[in-house]
């Protein structure tokens, strides 16, 4: 499974990604509804939700699609905000693995 944004990149060109990009599931919105779309979905799934991800997110895991959370995508973008502000960033593997172990 990826673990970064580079980790996507690599991803075959024709892949889909399909991005869960709402603030539904803070709101308390499952998203389970959409699950049934992926029985003819072929591709990737990214929701951006991290704590907790979707419904739909655990459908797609399920069904074997590769996923991620949101959470590689907020540590690459406080990453780049380092290295245009100060010039140098962290690593990213000890921020992942101490906000993994936190959510």
Not at 35 to 44: E, R, T, V, Y
Not at 50 to 74: R, T
């Amino acid at each position: 499974t990826p673990e970064s944004l580079t980790d996507w990149l690599s991803l075959e060109k024709e892949s889909t990604l399909l991005i869960q990009g709402t603030s539904a599931p803070h709101q308390g919105e499952s998203l389970s509804h959409f699950g049934k779309a992926l029985g003819s979905f072929q591709g990737a799934f990214a929701d951006l939700v991290y704590n907790p991800p979707s419904n739909l997110y655990q459908q797609a895991k399920e069904v074997g699609f590769p996923c991620f959370d949101g959470l590689p995508m907020l540590i690459d973008q406080a990453l780049a905000s380092q290295r245009i502000w100060w010039g140098r960033a962290g690593s990213f593997e000890p921020i992942y693995d101490y906000l993994r172990s936190r959510f």
